[in-house]
């Protein structure tokens, strides 16, 4: 991995303004972010055409959740993106898939990963079977359905705050 590009994040501050600061990111490291700083991150929510959502099993070298499932993909964002490039480039790197469409379902804040979460749902058709797993990010994937998804974010393997970060969706597919 060493020779790896290094990323470089712009900070925020609590009310989403870029300060002007740089962070360049090493493994775990988002932890020395000062406080009242945040990086940008995106995270997506991908619903197919036939309404089943994608599900990744992440890389066990990953320092947050290694080796976990999540009904997600996504990651930071790089300096200068804005929010709906980094989501459109986070998913097409860690999946393969462009989307038709995406929808942006909130903005939350972490004071513990220092994380200014833009989420999204990803709106995706075409060839389910035609992902591109990123190494080092991922390494399985898995089509559930709408009951196999609420399954998983009732599980003790689902991952909290990101089911957090979309409940109103999710209590809506209760709801149906």
Same mark, same amino acid.
């Given at each position: 991995? *060493? ?17 002007? #600061?740089?962070? %360049? ?5 988002? +932890?020395?972010? +000062? @406080?009242?700083? &945040?990086?940008?991150? %995106? ?9 089943? $959502?994608?599900? =990744? +099993?992440?890389?066990? !070298? ?8 999540? /009904?997600?993909?996504?990651?930071? /964002?790089? *300096?200068?993106? @804005?929010?709906?490039? /980094?989501? =459109?480039? #986070?998913?097409? @790197? @860690? ?7 995406? #929808? ?8 513990? *990963?220092?994380?200014?979460? $833009?989420?999204?749902?990803?709106? !995706? ?6 992902? !591109?797993?990123? #190494?080092?990010?991922? =390494? ?26 979309? /409940? *109103? &969706? ?7």
């Amino acid at each position: 991995m *060493s020779d790896t590009p290094q990323e470089i994040w712009d900070l925020y501050d609590r009310d989403g303004n870029r300060t002007g #600061e740089k962070f %360049v990111r090493g493994f775990g490291n988002f +932890k020395n972010i +000062k @406080e009242g700083r &945040y990086h940008l991150i %995106v995270d997506l929510l991908v619903l197919h055409t036939d309404g089943t $959502y994608l599900l =990744t +099993k992440r890389s066990d !070298v990953k320092d947050v959740y290694p080796g976990y499932w999540e /009904a997600s993909a996504g990651g930071s /964002a790089l *300096s200068g993106e @804005e929010p709906l490039d /980094a989501a =459109t480039r #986070e998913l097409y @790197e @860690e999946t393969g898939l462009k989307a038709d469409s995406l #929808e942006l379902t909130g903005i939350s804040y972490s004071d513990k *990963s220092h994380g200014m979460y $833009y989420s999204y749902i990803a709106y !995706v058709s075409g060839d389910k079977d035609r992902i !591109v797993l990123q #190494e080092g990010e991922t =390494t399985d994937y898995k089509w559930v359905d709408r009951e196999g998804l609420l399954e998983y974010v009732d599980s003790d393997e689902a991952m909290t705050a990101h089911n957090n970060r979309y /409940a *109103s &969706y999710i209590n809506a597919l209760r709801d149906l």
